[in-house]
């Protein structure tokens, strides 16, 4: 079974930065689509961005391209999200998750991912 776990939340100040890290564990990480999402406080979760398994193709919000990275290293099974320019509205508990369908396109939504991890919660003062 796929597991995945996210680290590197934290309390950053606007305009600062931080790097997220997603674990993946229990399949052959190159075959998946690594999406990251977002849930501020009280609201629905909210799609970040995604890479796809080779690494060479990624998507962003329009909310955060520019200012986010995502990248993975898939000798070391893991998926990143540097985030750059953070703002208060980039608060809430991040999630990364793993598509497993072969040859999708853009997957934005979250019902298009099979496994996910616990969240990493990251706070943003202004």
């Known amino acids: 079974q796929v597991q995945l776990v996210e680290s590197g939340g934290g309390f950053v100040q606007a305009g600062g930065s931080l790097k997220l890290s997603c674990v993946f564990s229990?399949?052959?990480?190159?075959?998946?689509?690594m999406g990251w999402f977002r849930q501020p406080s009280g609201k629905g979760r909210e799609f970040v961005g995604v890479i796809k398994g080779d690494g060479g193709t990624t998507y962003y919000a329009d909310s955060v391209k520019g200012r986010f990275t995502i990248s993975r290293d898939n000798a070391k099974n893991t998926v990143y999200l540097q985030m750059t320019s953070l703002k208060p509205e980039d608060a809430g508990v991040y999630f990364c998750?793993?598509?497993?369908?072969?040859?999708?396109?853009?997957?934005?939504?979250?019902?298009?991912?099979?496994?996910w991890g616990q969240g990493t919660l990251v706070t943003v003062s202004s």
């Open positions: 229990g399949g052959e990480f190159s075959d998946y689509a």
């Open positions: 998750a793993a598509d497993r369908t072969p040859g999708r396109g853009v997957a934005a939504v979250a019902i298009m991912y099979d496994f």
